[in-house]
């Protein structure tokens, strides 16, 4: 399957299908909308819903013969999906809370896996008009406003002062004791809070050294990510630092991960 895919078409079209299903979240972000909450408590939006309903049917026109798993599709059992090689995660409202606040920063995701590792991955920011994307081999970019994309690359780590990416809605008791320890190691720490998968962003740009999550994923919440970081030069790790996969399980939570830049300093020492 691998061998007959053209990533870089395809990376082209999943950026236009995650910008139509940004247009359709932004015609509910702009009016009152009713918030439900599904039988985990999170909460569910019609702009997830056309989000989900965009990206299905454009993925299905497009690779008819590649199976999509969204968080909004009706539960799969991992005996179907197991024999799945190649198949596409969605997430098609990342960072519903965040949307629900109307702060921005939200997300469309859209990966394609392949042998339980993400080789393309993009991540629309509705609000901001901009798009991160990469592919196996082809680097990681992003382009704001339909404009020119441009290379991304994640930064060398500096000894004395470090960038931790934190997210803005999820805290834990690890979290915080994961920071103190870090705060114990550098003489300067800055954290910038942001929604969604635009951690990862963050991550994959150089803006942040590291984006520690100990606390519940999803993994259609960190494939696209995780794509963009690796392309970008950066590393997606659970805590015992070996790299996080996708599709190897009944449960689709991910462990606690660690996304970063620089591979000089092994991140679970911190724990």
């Given at each position: 399957m691998l061998d007959s895919l053209d990533l870089k078409s395809l990376c082209t079209s999943c950026v236009t299908i995650a910008r139509n299903a940004g247009k359709k979240i932004l015609e509910v972000y702009d009016r009152d909308f009713e918030i439900e909450h599904k039988d985990d408590?999170?909460?569910?939006?019609?702009?997830?819903?056309?989000?989900?309903?965009?990206?299905?049917?454009?993925?299905s026109a497009?690779?008819?013969?590649?199976?999509?798993?969204?968080?909004?599709?009706?539960?799969?059992?991992?005996?179907?999906?197991?024999?799945?090689?190649?198949?596409?995660?969605?997430?098609?409202?990342?960072g519903t809370r965040e949307?629900?606040?109307?702060?921005?920063?939200?997300?469309?995701?859209?990966?394609?896996?392949?042998?339980?590792?993400?080789?393309?991955?993009v991540i629309h920011v509705p609000v901001l008009d901009i798009d991160y994307f990469a592919y196996s081999g082809g680097g990681a970019f992003k382009c704001e406003h339909g404009g020119d994309a441009r290379p991304i690359s994640v930064k060398k780590l500096d000894q004395n002062r470090i960038t931790?990416?934190?997210?803005?809605?999820h805290g834990s008791e690890e979290m915080q004791k994961y920071m103190a320890n870090i705060n114990n190691s550098y003489n300067e720490v800055k954290m910038l809070s942001m929604g969604s998968s635009l951690k990862f962003c963050l991550v994959?740009?150089?803006?942040?050294?590291?984006?520690?999550?100990?606390?519940?994923?999803?993994?259609?919440?960190?494939?696209?990510?995780?794509?963009?970081?690796?392309?970008?030069?950066?590393?997606?790790?659970?805590?015992?630092?070996?790299?996080?996969?996708?599709?190897?399980?009944?449960?689709?939570?991910?462990?606690?991960?660690?996304?970063?830049?620089d591979n000089s300093k092994d991140w679970s020492s911190y724990l």
């Open positions: 408590k999170s909460p569910l939006t019609d702009a997830d819903m056309a989000s989900h309903h965009t990206i299905i049917e454009s993925l497009l690779t008819p013969d590649i199976p999509v798993l969204s968080e909004e599709s009706a539960t799969l059992p991992f005996e179907q999906r197991q024999q799945w090689h190649t198949y596409w995660l969605v997430d098609p409202l990342d949307f629900i606040k109307r702060n921005g920063e939200f997300t469309v995701n859209i990966a394609l896996i392949n042998g339980h590792r993400c080789i393309l991955g931790v990416a934190g997210s803005r809605s994959a740009e150089g803006k942040a050294d590291l984006y520690p999550r100990l606390g519940l994923t999803s993994e259609w919440d960190t494939a696209a990510a995780q794509c963009i970081v690796e392309q970008a030069g950066g590393y997606v790790t659970k805590t015992d630092m070996s790299t996080l996969e996708y599709n190897t399980k009944d449960s689709l939570l991910n462990p606690f991960f660690f996304a970063f830049g």
